[in-house]
């Protein structure tokens, strides 16, 4: 008797396990810092990049006019987004 209720109980607790889960999730964006160098303060400033910025594109990212980088120095990646 306890065989087939494990039998029957499990696959179906399973499958609304899966089906639950799979509704479960969401997309979220994640900000990325980046920092630019301010000429005119000569230091470095930390902002929140717009989305699609990263290691690989076209398009500079730019913030007021200053290329964004991923650390707060020249040596870093200068972040880059692909154009629409």
Known sequence: M???FLKLVLPAF???LAVG????????NVLQDAHYYDAVDQEW??????EG???IGNTPC???GYQL??????GGIPLRKNAL
């Open 69 to 74: 980088y991923s650390m707060p120095s020249f």
């Open 53 to 55: 910025c990263g290691e």
């Open 21 to 28: 889960l799979a509704f479960a999730t969401e997309d979220k």
């Open 62 to 64: 730019l913030y007021e």
């Open 2 to 4: 306890k065989s087939k």
């Open 14 to 16: 399973a499958i609304l």
């Open 45 to 50: 400033k930390s902002v929140t990049a717009e």
